[in-house]
């Protein structure tokens, strides 16, 4: 069945930039976009951005200065560098994949908490 | 592009219905058919359990409906269960390619 494997850093300092991978297996890459989801402990879901096969991307636009969303089709790998972090973005980050025909996020990593600490 | 709002809580008695609610505005829910509904147990991941608005992945039961009315949307969820206790979120499609998320509901079975 499809999967998505995420990783990256777990502790970064105040101004260092986040980075995250997901790989996709046993998947298509094409057909869907592939979106970063984050949660701070405790609290809600926020939206960050997605990118399609193509290499379209967008995020949220209380992110999108900071927030740089690529992938590589050959590797069937997409990421996110999120720059300039401070404690208020310490969270657990999800990979996720958005279907193109229900515009749900049907499936998700396993999530990779990033604390943000000096 | 504020958070869609949810009651931070909810809760019921097994075999209720219980609505949660997710308000928005005319650039979120009110101009598109792209609300979807999540369930999260505390320690996992979402699950997606309403999309376009009113439509239910093949695997999710039929005690969970959707719904809308101008910018705000609802959950119901009906024979309340005790594996039903979770947080739910809803999320919409806000324009220009991008999403929101709801600040979520904690729901309670009593």
């Known amino acids: 069945q499809v999967q998505l494997q995420q990783w990256g850093a777990g502790l970064l300092k105040p101004s260092e930039t986040l980075s995250l991978t997901c790989a996709v297996y046993n998947g298509s890459f094409s057909g869907y976009y592939w979106t970063w989801v984050r949660q701070p402990p405790g609290k809600g879901l926020e939206w960050i951005g997605q990118?399609?096969?193509?290499?379209?991307?967008n995020s949220s636009p209380s992110l999108k200065s900071r927030v740089t969303i690529s992938e590589d089709m050959s590797k069937n790998q997409f990421s996110l560098k999120l720059s300039s972090v401070t404690a208020v973005d310490t969270a657990v980050y999800y990979c996720?994949?958005?279907?193109?025909?229900?515009?749900?996020?049907?499936?998700w990593g396993q999530g990779t908490l990033v604390t943000v600490s000096s | 592009q504020s958070a869609l709002t949810q009651p931070a809580s909810v809760s019921g008695s097994p075999g209720q219905s219980i609505t949660l609610s997710c308000t928005g505005t005319s650039s979120d829910i009110g101009s598109y058919y792209l609300v979807s509904w999540y369930q999260q147990h505390p320690g996992k991941v979402p699950k997606l359990i309403i999309y376009?608005?009113?439509k239910r992945p093949s695997t999710i039961s039929n005690r969970f409906s959707g719904s809308k009315s101008g910018n705000t949307a609802s959950l119901t969820i009906s024979g309340l269960r005790t594996e039903d206790e979770a947080d739910y979120y809803c999320c919409s499609y806000a324009g220009n390619d991008t999403y929101v998320f709801g600040s979520g509901t904690k729901l309670t079975v009593l």
């Open positions: 990118i399609n096969h193509r290499g379209n991307a």
């Open positions: 376009e608005d009113f």
């Open positions: 996720a994949r958005r279907s193109l025909v229900t515009r749900g996020i049907d499936l």
